[in-house]
Nanobody, 124 residues
């Protein structure tokens, strides 16, 4: 059974940092792109960042570019999201997902597996 478990969320003041982790189990995902999405209350789920199967290719939403960094450790079946200079607008539930191919994509429908999410709250 495929399972993605996110961790690292919490409450942080504006300007602070958090590092999210997502551990995948049930199969090996080293051949697939992985991504992070988020959903704030009252809003639709939105793309945050994605990384190619080998970690070479990355893409970010304009709203997080320069502040967030996505990385992965295929030996640990884990993807990370380092979040710096956090803003109250970053408050959301953050989800990791495994893509259907090795190539990066910002489209949620092209991700096959999703975690349950971890809540990030940024206070002003």
């Amino acid at each position: 059974q495929v399972q993605l478990v996110e961790s690292g969320g919490g409450l942080v003041q504006a300007g602070g940092s958090l590092r999210l982790s997502c551990v995948a189990s049930g199969r090996t995902f080293s051949s697939y792109a992985m991504g992070w999405f988020r959903q704030a209350p009252g809003y639709e789920r939105e793309f945050v960042a994605t990384i190619s199967w080998n970690g070479v290719g990355t893409r970010y939403a304009d709203s997080v570019k320069g502040r967030f960094t996505i990385s992965r450790d295929n030996a640990k079946n884990t993807v990370y999201l380092q979040m710096n200079s956090l803003k109250p607008d970053d408050t959301a539930v953050y989800y990791c997902a495994v893509g259907s191919s090795a190539l990066i994509t910002t489209i949620p429908e092209r991700y096959n597996y999703w975690g349950q999410g971890t809540l990030v709250t940024v206070s002003s």
